[in-house]
């Protein structure tokens, strides 16, 4: 079993920076792929980015891409997402994710283990 906790999450003004993190126990995240999703007020679940066990494959969403940044330190057993340029449409809960494949996943059933999700707030 993967434990995950996120941390990192606040308030902040529109254009500006937050960095979140996802630190595992349980298991090394070593074979892990780990992603991060949210799910804005009122609305469903949706992919953000994710990383491949080894770091060396990433993809975003269209609407992050540019301005988020996902890594990992499989040493620490962490993941991060440093969020730039914030806009008021990133507010919503965000999640972290891990499951045992080698590849990119973007789909929210494609994850066996998650975080219990942290607050992000951007005001205008």
């Known amino acids: 079993q993967v434990q995950l906790v996120e941390s990192g999450g606040g308030t902040v003004q529109a254009g500006g920076s937050l960095r979140l993190s996802c630190a595992a126990s349980g298991r090394t995240l070593y074979y892990y792929t780990m992603a991060w999703f949210r799910q804005p007020p009122g609305k469903e679940r949706e992919f953000v980015a994710t990383i491949s066990y080894s770091g060396d494959s990433t993809k975003y969403s269209d609407s992050v891409k540019g301005r988020f940044t996902i890594s990992r330190d499989n040493a620490k057993n962490m993941a991060s997402l440093q969020m730039s340029n914030l806009k008021p449409e990133d507010t919503a809960v965000y999640y972290c994710?891990?499951?045992?494949?080698?590849?990119?996943?973007?789909?929210?059933?494609?994850?066996?283990?998650w975080g219990q999700g942290t607050q992000v707030t951007v005001s205008s």
């Open positions: 994710a891990a499951d045992r494949v080698s590849y990119v996943r973007v789909g929210v059933n494609d994850y066996d283990y």
